[in-house]
């Protein structure tokens, strides 16, 4: 009798474990939807011939799911990064770029500064052309422990909304114009933060995520000035479109409340009455076509200029960028604050017109994730900054590490209380 009870005993113990592990299975399981057998292949963006190519694979042929393809990726651990009070979770924040051509490893460092300082929990959404997506996943899957613990992550094909894919494409350079069809594409996403791949955080993502909840009830993104000065501004001197306000808005880093940019009727210069986003885009473009230089950000600034309080303006020191420095200092926020954003566009982080950019580039791109922050991190930047200073960049290098030595002491300190 004695044995049976025995017996018995254990079963339950292991109906209890088995229980448990059941219950745990989805927090610790990797999703992938879709796999529609579609060969994967590099495409060249800017190629008429491989954008067809991507038309057949993004899947004209298979609809309802025009992004069925889309692989999901959880963080391991469930800690307690970014509970709210009373233990729920908070909805964790969103951020979005778009990675073509050979911006795997930018892409990746502009992650790692968005991880490494981020408080609440993040949501990466990264657009991406197919050959690049194992690079994505096998990168921050190598990420492990606490850092992993602070985000998930969803890597998205390049693709356009199903309905009207084929137009769409005949218009749209995919690459360029994948940022527009956001609100459209995330659809259960009510706000992002959307990046270039070419930005570095350098204090965490929660500070520019708070400007959302700051918006007035007609504001429904936000976005930094093209330039500080209208005199050597390029809009204000060469574009042959209209666009926001005296120098035109940089769209590098942009939030954006998808909610409201779905529900919105936007004025514009084709007909007297307000046009859906979705409904928008595309005579905008065919209108101007002939006439826009930078792309997606031009048509952002046809629209904004049509719909000045859409848009909220937030200071230059959360898009700090070479024409800031160039030929002197001239963003009046950062000389306060220091930088908060630093933006290397025109490809400064790869060669040697900036060396100030890229200094602060190469720290970020060699820096494991573990080590302190303080001796890996700052300590060696500030060194390769002082030879940068024959440069008027390089000569504001403080602005570059005030407000990342701060950030860097939080972490620090972070990494020091774990231990
Ligand atoms: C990642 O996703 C899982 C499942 O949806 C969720 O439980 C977890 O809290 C998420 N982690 C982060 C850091 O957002
Ligand atoms: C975005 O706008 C919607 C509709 O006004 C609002 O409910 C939501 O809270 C806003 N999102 C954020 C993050 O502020
Ligand atoms: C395009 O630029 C040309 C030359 O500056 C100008 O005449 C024309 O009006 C512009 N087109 C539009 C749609 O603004």
């Not at 218009?171 to 659809?187: D, G, Y």
């Not at 230089?293 to 020191?317: A, R, S, V, Y």
Request: one cysteine or more; aromatic letters at 12%; glycine letters at 8%.
């Amino acid at each position: 009798m004695r044995r049976y009870i025995r017996a018995l005993i254990l079963c339950m113990v292991f109906a209890v474990f088995s229980g448990l592990y059941v219950y745990n299975k989805p927090f610790y399981s990797d999703v992938s939807v879709g796999g529609n057998g579609a060969k994967r292949g590099p495409v060249p963006p800017r190629d008429p011939g491989a954008r067809r190519g991507a038309a057949a694979r993004n899947g004209d042929q298979n609809p309802p799911h025009w992004d069925n393809r889309i692989a999901v990726r959880q963080a391991g651990q469930m800690e307690a990064a970014g509970r709210g009070v009373g233990g729920r979770p908070e909805p964790p924040m969103h951020l979005a770029v778009v990675a073509c051509g050979e911006r795997l490893e930018e892409t990746v460092t502009m992650i790692k500064s968005a991880v490494l300082f981020s408080i609440k929990r993040l949501h990466l959404h990264i657009f991406a052309e197919d050959q690049l997506h194992a690079g994505f996943m096998e990168t921050l899957e190598s990420w492990t422990g606490f850092v992993r613990s602070k985000f998930n992550y969803t890597v998205h094909p390049i693709s356009f909304p199903s309905d009207n894919a084929a137009e769409w494409k005949k218009l749209f350079k995919p690459c360029a114009s994948q940022r527009l069809f956001l609100p459209l594409i995330l659809k259960d996403v009510d706000s992002i933060v959307y990046v270039d791949s070419d930005i570095l955080f350098l204090q965490s993502v929660d500070h520019l995520w708070a400007f959302l909840s700051r918006f007035k009830p007609s504001q429904l993104a936000a976005m930094a000035p093209e330039h500080e000065e209208p005199r050597i501004a390029w809009y204000s001197r060469f574009a042959r479109h209209p666009f926001y306000g005296p120098t035109g808005v940089n769209s590098g880093v942009m939030l954006m409340n998808l909610t409201r940019m779905r529900r919105a009727f936007f004025r514009n210069d084709m007909t007297p009455v307000g046009l859906r986003w979705e409904e928008l885009l595309m005579p905008l473009l065919q209108k101007y076509k002939l006439n826009i230089t930078w792309g997606d950000q031009d048509l952002l600034n046809i629209i904004f200029h049509h719909n000045p309080e859409l848009l909220m303006e937030f200071p230059c020191k959360w898009n700090y960028r070479p024409d800031h420095c160039i030929y002197g200092s001239n963003c009046a926020s950062a000389e306060e604050d220091g930088v908060y954003i630093l933006h290397g566009n025109r490809g400064v982080y790869h060669d040697n017109k900036q060396p100030a950019f890229r200094a602060v580039y190469q720290a970020i791109r060699k820096y494991a994730f573990g080590a302190d922050p303080v001796s890996a991190l700052l300590d060696p930047l500030e060194e390769d900054l002082l030879k940068t200073t024959h440069t008027y960049c390089g000569k504001s290098h403080g602005l570059f590490t005030k407000t990342l030595t701060r950030s860097l002491a939080l972490v620090s300190g972070e990494a020091a209380g774990r231990r």
